[in-house]
Structures are given as C-alpha cells and as structure tokens.
C-alpha cells in the first residue's frame, strides 16, 4: 500500500494549474512523507465552478510533488526557502520559474504572518474523464500503521489516499 495526497482545490486554482499558470500550490501544513509524492486534485465545488464545465466536485488529475519549499512571511516579502538556498517570490517567480499565481494581498490573506509551504507541481496529468471521489480510498494513521477507508466527503485541505 503506497501513501499519495489528495488536496481540494478551487476551481479557479484548477484551472490554472491545468493551463500550466499555476506551478506552485500553497498550503500551510505538508504531509509527513518524502518528496517525491504523488497528488491527485480534487475540484471543489463553488460559484466560480461553472467554468470547468462538469468537473467540480471530483478529481480532475495528478502530479507530483517532487520539491516542498517553506514559505516565510518577512516584513514585506514573502521568503521561499529549500536547500539552503532563500528565494524572494518575485526573483522565484521570474528566475526559477516557480508561479504561485497568487497575488501578495492573496498570499498573505492565506498565510498571515505564519510559515506555509510551497508544494512544486511537476508531471501534471489532467484526466480526460474526472474521476468520481468514491474511486479513491482514505489512509488514516492509527498505532497499527495506516488504515484504509471510505471516502465519503472531500478533505478540507489535503489528506493521505492510497495511490492508484
């Protein structure tokens, strides 16, 4: 049984992770498993749902996550770091190619003045077909080792699936 993650995600972040606009997803926890990792995103459903047309409330592809970086809210900067190496998110952004998508106004309406994290999304699959939630089985931890369940609502952020 091979751990993955699955994150909901806003239709209008869907759409720009689909386009390619959007390489980066912000979340302000990670998981507890070493990149790389394999993601699939969920489509929430929403008002700004009508333009994927058919696709919100299901999973509409995978990545993999092979980088997470932090994220550290300076005074006015938002600093990513990984590897020793500390990018400011415009430099990141224009010189490394990594794109939060996210305005600063946005990205501090998330984060606040706490750490988040960077999840890098590389080899991006977009299904021809979305896949219904209920294909998919939830991992929980328990004292035994990860336990496998039904699931039956979208996590509120991300959670840990088996992988298909």
């Known amino acids: 049984m091979s751990k993955a993650v699955m994150l909901s995600i806003r239709p209008k972040w869907c759409e720009k992770i689909a386009s390619g606009e959007k ?5 302000k926890t990670r998981p507890k498993l ?7 995103i969920y489509c929430t459903q929403g008002d700004d749902a009508r333009r994927l047309r058919g696709s919100w409330g299901k999973v509409i592809g995978e990545f993999i996550c092979d980088r997470i ?3 550290d809210k300076d005074s006015t900067d ?18 490394c190619g990594l794109c939060v998508a ?4 946005e990205l501090h309406g998330y984060l606040g003045h706490y750490q988040g994290y960077g999840w890098h999304i590389s ?3 977009i299904y021809d077909t979305p896949r219904e939630l209920s294909e ?10 990860a336990a496998p369940f039904d699931i039956k609502r979208a996590p ?5 699936v088996e992988a298909m």
């Open 78 to 95: 938002f600093l990513f770091k990984a590897g020793g190496l500390s990018v400011y998110k415009q430099a990141a952004e224009e010189k």
């Open 23 to 27: 390489t980066i997803e912000v979340r």
């Open 34 to 40: 070493d990149t790389p990792l394999k993601c699939y």
């Open 136 to 145: 998919f089985t939830g991992l929980r931890d328990t004292r035994f080792g």
């Open 156 to 160: 509120q952020s991300w959670c840990y």
């Open 123 to 125: 080899d991006l699959r």
């Open 69 to 71: 970086y932090k994220i």
């Open 102 to 105: 996210m305005t600063d106004d």
